[in-house]
């Protein structure tokens, strides 16, 4: 039995334990999900009468409709806060102090506000429209988290990259570009898209700002629904919606991630077939 470097290999009497545990802890959520299920059933949430409504066409048109709204309210945050992102991070590498100093301070006021009184600050004390708001208090968290997330990301290139690219003449940018960016990136990218996923969930805040996204349309449906509990079947709808667009983005993340490893740059160089070449004068064959 060899060991590894980080740890011994598990023996037979280890691996029956690990075996063990994972059933257990198996058995252990399907009970768990079979009382939930058992509930919702005795509570009687899987009754046709409580699931008609979403058969109409003005309750549908309003779930698409916020999230539309949703999603276009995570586009915009997105985008603006990779673009944020890269600029405190930039701001945070750079050689002149001053500059260093005022992205260091954006990057940990910002990171340290909750997002939630951001957002109620632009909304009421600035007076700006919902969507607007919303984007502006999403962007500024999620930006500054970001910052981090591509500073550490070009930090843990090796040194003797950037060493290797300023003895060949090439400038401070040139460097961050071609070199300590491209081969940051693999490590940046899961840290990316988790930060992209909590922005996405984060876009639920809009509904208490009265921005008409997603929670905010079920919100709406449950309040206008006349039997008990009206808000379980409502969630039941919703959360895997939100599930389902997490698990796409996450799996978008994964196929961004292989196409860069099969990415032109890191293939071998196609070396040409050896083939006899002409005879050297004098020499006889």
Request: proline share 6%; hydrophobic share 50%; charged share 15%.
């Amino acid at each position: 039995m060899t060991d590894t470097v980080l740890y011994d290999v598990p023996g037979p009497r280890a691996r029956s334990r690990h075996r063990l545990y994972g059933v257990a802890a198996s058995l252990v959520i399907a009970g768990l999900i079979a009382w939930i299920c058992y509930l919702l059933v005795d509570t009687g949430q899987f009754e046709a009468e409580k699931w008609r409504p979403f058969e109409y066409e003005g309750i549908q048109r309003l779930l698409l409709e916020g999230l539309g709204n949703t999603l276009k309210a995570f586009g915009l945050a997105a985008v603006l806060s990779l673009a944020l992102g890269a600029v405190l991070a930039a701001g945070r590498l750079s050689d002149h102090r001053p500059l260093r100093w005022v992205a260091t301070l954006c990057v940990e006021f910002f990171r340290a506000m909750p997002v939630l009184v951001m957002i109620f600050f632009i909304f009421v004390a600035l007076k700006v429209q919902p969507l607007p708001a919303l984007v502006a208090g999403l962007t500024l968290y999620n930006g500054s988290v970001l910052a981090e997330v591509f500073r550490a990301g070009v930090n843990s290139v090796e040194r003797g990259q950037r060493e290797a690219a300023y003895s060949l003449g090439m400038l401070k940018s040139q460097v961050m570009t071609h070199v300590l960016v491209p081969q940051g990136v693999r490590a940046m990218l899961p840290a990316i898209i988790s930060q992209l996923v909590v922005a996405l969930k984060d876009t639920s805040l809009g509904f208490l700002i009265t921005y008409e996204e997603f929670l905010q349309a079920g919100k709406l449906i449950a309040t206008n629904l006349n039997y008990d509990l009206p808000f379980i079947p409502v969630v039941l709808v919703i959360s895997p919606i939100y599930i389902g667009m997490c698990m796409l983005l996450s799996w978008f993340a994964n196929w961004v991630a292989k196409r860069e490893r099969r990415s032109v740059k890191t293939r071998g160089a196609q070396v040409a077939k050896a083939e006899p070449g002409p005879m050297v004068p004098g020499v006889k064959p």
